[in-house]
C-alpha cells in the first residue's frame, strides 16, 4: 500500500456576514487520491477501508491513518537510531475491540516537508515493542489529549505540537474531506486533511455546525436518525456530564451516551434496534431479504478462506430514488446519500454502512466515514471559549459523482 501525498501551504482570506469567521494564519494541506483498505483491529470489525497521510518520522515515511478517534501517533516496527530517541516509560496500549500492544514510549522528530519549507515537530510517538502484528495499523490520532495514552506532559500530540511550533501560526482547528471509492474503484476525488482553517471557497454557516460536548474524543450530542421522516429510534442515553464524562469511561462498561466522530472508524455504530429499524426500511427497496448478512459489516463472513465484512456487487443494490438517512446531532441534521452508506469497497464490491454498537460496550455510538463522506467537515476547536463544535456541509461537487 502506498499513499502519494501533496504537501503544500495556503493563506486564508478573510470573509464576513454569518459564515464561518476566517482569521489570517497559515493553512497545512494534506492531499491524496485514494484510499486503502487494510486489516484493522481498531474495533474488531476485520478489513476496514482507511485514509492515510504521510509523515517523516526520525528520517522515515510512513503512511498513517488520520484518525479523530485517537490521540496518539503510533508506529509499528520504527527504526530509528538509538541516538536519536528519548525514551518516556513503556505502557499497555489499548483500543476499542480489545486490541493492546506493548508499547515504549518515545519523542521523536516528525517532519513536514513542502519545497524549501519543512518543519519538525518533537512529538511522544508509542512505538510497538512485544507482540507487533504486521497488519496492525498506523495511526496519526487527532483527537484531544484527554484520551491520550498515557496522559503525560512529557509526551505532547502532533496537532498540538503544530499549534506551538508553526510560525505565522496555525489556527486551532482543521477540516477534512474524505471522498472514498467510485463503484468501479477508482478514487471518487481528491481527499484533503487541511490544518489551521476551512479551504479557501469552502462556507460554513452557524446552522452547519453542532457544538463538541466533551474535549477527550470529539463527542456530539446525537439524538435520533429518521429516514423518509420516519424515527429509526433515539440515541437515548443521556449526554455525558462534568461529573460522567466519556473520557474516564471504560468504553466496554460505560453508561453515557457517548456519540464521537471518528474518521478512523469505516461504518457508524449505532444501538442494536436502531441498526436493525434502518435494516428493516431500506431491505423492501433494494430487493434484499433483512436476515442476508450483508446488512450486519460487524459480522465477518468466510470468502476463499478469508474473513471479510459481507458485500454485494454495486448494482443489484444501487436503485433510483433511495432516500437520505438524517442523523440529527442537537439541531443539525446531517443527510447520508446512499451512495456514503452502500459503501463502495472498490471493484464493484459494496458493504452496508451501518452496525449495531459492541456488545460489550452498548452505549458507545460512532458516527465514522460513513457520515463524514461527501461532506466538508471542520472540526472548530478553538470556538466558544476552546469548548469547540464540528460543522458538516455537503461537499458539492469537491468529491466527484
Same mark, same amino acid.
Given at each position: 500500500m502506498k499513499t502519494w501525498i501533496l504537501l503544500s501551504s495556503l493563506f486564508l482570506i478573510n470573509c464576513g456576514g454569518s459564515s464561518t469567521p476566517v482569521t489570517s494564519t497559515k493553512l497545512i494541506k494534506l492531499s491524496h487520491d485514494r484510499v486503502a483498505e487494510q486489516a484493522s483491529l481498531l474495533q474488531g470489525l476485520g478489513e476496514m477501508l482507511e485514509y492515510y497521510i504521510t509523515l517523516k518520522i526520525d528520517g522515515q515515511n510512513f503512511d498513517l491513518v488520520a484518525d479523530t478517534g485517537s490521540s496518539n501517533l503510533i508506529v509499528a516496527g520504527l527504526s530509528a537510531s538509538e541516538a536519536s530517541k528519548e525514551p518516556i516509560d513503556p505502557f499497555l496500549l489499548s483500543y476499542g475491540g480489545g486490541t493492546s500492544i506493548n508499547v515504549q514510549n518515545h519523542l521523536l522528530s516528525v517532519s513536514l516537508e513542502n519545497n524549501d519549507e519543512k518543519s519538525t515537530?518533537?512529538?511522544?510517538?508509542?512505538?510497538?515493542?512485544?507482540?507487533? =502484528? @504486521?497488519? #496492525?495499523?498506523?495511526?496519526?490520532?487527532?483527537?484531544?489529549?484527554?484520551?491520550?495514552?498515557?496522559?503525560? @506532559?512529557?509526551?505532547? *500530540? #502532533? #496537532?498540538?505540537?503544530?499549534? =506551538?511550533?508553526?510560525?505565522?501560526?496555525?489556527?486551532?482547528?482543521? =477540516?477534512?474531506?474524505?471522498?472514498? #471509492?467510485?463503484?468501479?474503484?477508482?478514487?471518487?476525488?481528491? *481527499?484533503?486533511?487541511?490544518?489551521?482553517?476551512?479551504?479557501?471557497?469552502? /462556507?460554513?454557516?452557524? =446552522?452547519?455546525? /453542532?457544538?463538541? *460536548?466533551?474535549?477527550?474524543?470529539?463527542?456530539?450530542?446525537?439524538?435520533?436518525?429518521?429516514?423518509?421522516?420516519?424515527?429509526?429510534?433515539?440515541?437515548?442515553?443521556?449526554?455525558?456530564t462534568a461529573e460522567n464524562p466519556c473520557a474516564t469511561l471504560n468504553k466496554r462498561t460505560g453508561s453515557n451516551n457517548c456519540t464521537i466522530v471518528d474518521s478512523g472508524t469505516t461504518i457508524n455504530q449505532v444501538p442494536k434496534t436502531m441498526h436493525e429499524a434502518i435494516r428493516d426500511h431500506l431491505a423492501p427497496k433494494v430487493n434484499l431479504q433483512t436476515n442476508n448478512p450483508f446488512w450486519d459489516p460487524t459480522v465477518l463472513v468466510e470468502v476463499d478462506g478469508k474473513m471479510v465484512i459481507p458485500t454485494l456487487p454495486c448494482d443489484t443494490i444501487r436503485k433510483a430514488g433511495l432516500p437520505t438517512v438524517d442523523v440529527h446531532i442537537g439541531e443539525l441534521i446531517v443527510k447520508i446519500p446512499s451512495k456514503s452508506y452502500f459503501k463502495s469497497k472498490g471493484g464493484g464490491g459494496c458493504m452496508f454502512g451501518f452496525g449495531p454498537t459492541n456488545v460489550d460496550s452498548p452505549n458507545f455510538k460512532i458516527l465514522g466515514q460513513v457520515a463524514m463522506e461527501n461532506q466538508y467537515v471542520h472540526f472548530d476547536r478553538k470556538f466558544n471559549n476552546k469548548k469547540g463544535r464540528i460543522g458538516f456541509k455537503q461537499s458539492l461537487g469537491l468529491c466527484g459523482n
Open positions: 515537530y518533537r512529538v511522544g510517538v508509542p512505538q510497538c515493542v512485544k507482540q507487533c =502484528s @504486521d497488519t #496492525f495499523p498506523r495511526i496519526l490520532g487527532l483527537a484531544y489529549r484527554g484520551v491520550e495514552q498515557p496522559a503525560d @506532559d512529557r509526551q505532547p *500530540t #502532533f #496537532f498540538t505540537q503544530m499549534l =506551538s511550533v508553526e510560525k505565522p501560526a496555525l489556527s486551532n482547528e482543521f =477540516s477534512m474531506l474524505l471522498c472514498g #471509492f467510485k463503484d468501479d474503484g477508482s478514487h471518487n476525488g481528491k *481527499t484533503n486533511i487541511l490544518f489551521g482553517g476551512i479551504e479557501p471557497g469552502v /462556507t460554513l454557516t452557524d =446552522s452547519d455546525y /453542532t457544538p463538541i *460536548t466533551e474535549n477527550s474524543w470529539y463527542v456530539v450530542n446525537a439524538t435520533e436518525i429518521k429516514i423518509e421522516g420516519k424515527s429509526m429510534g433515539k440515541f437515548n442515553s443521556p449526554a455525558p
